[in-house]
């Protein structure tokens, strides 16, 4: 593993932490404590998406390992420009596009043309 994404509900149930009602809190335990446990560097959240069943935001993140950090350092700066792109109503539109037969690869092209991100 080198990079994922995770969410911050998600992160604290790792942690073994009770969810924070504030999300920004929740990125901040989680950002500091994988970092120290873990070895595994949080970068600037894509965006927040309501939880299942409604159980309020929960931000979806980069992570990445200390030793891609090290070997590809300038990646968190590239990554970082996907910063705060992501909503609900961008997630349920291109899940939507996915589920309707397109390629995965072509829709992210697309959205990241849109975005002028590529």
Not at 59 to 85: C, E, H, M, Q
Not at 96 to 108: F, L, Q, W, Y
Request: no cysteine.
């Amino acid at each position: 593993m080198g990079i994922l994404i995770e969410n911050t509900d998600r992160a604290m149930e790792i942690l073994g932490k009770p969810r924070p009602d504030d999300i920004k809190k929740a990125y901040d335990i989680a950002k500091e404590e994988f970092s120290r446990n873990l070895n595994l560097v949080w970068l600037n959240p894509f965006g927040s998406l309501t939880g299942g069943e409604g159980k309020g935001q929960r931000y979806y993140t980069p992570v990445i390992t200390a030793d891609v950090l090290n070997n590809f350092p300038a990646l968190p700066r590239l990554i970082n420009k996907l910063s705060g792109i992501i909503n609900d109503e961008t997630f349920a539109k291109l899940v939507k596009t996915v589920k309707s037969g397109e390629r995965p690869r072509k829709i992210a092209k697309d959205f990241l043309k849109e975005k002028k991100l590529i």
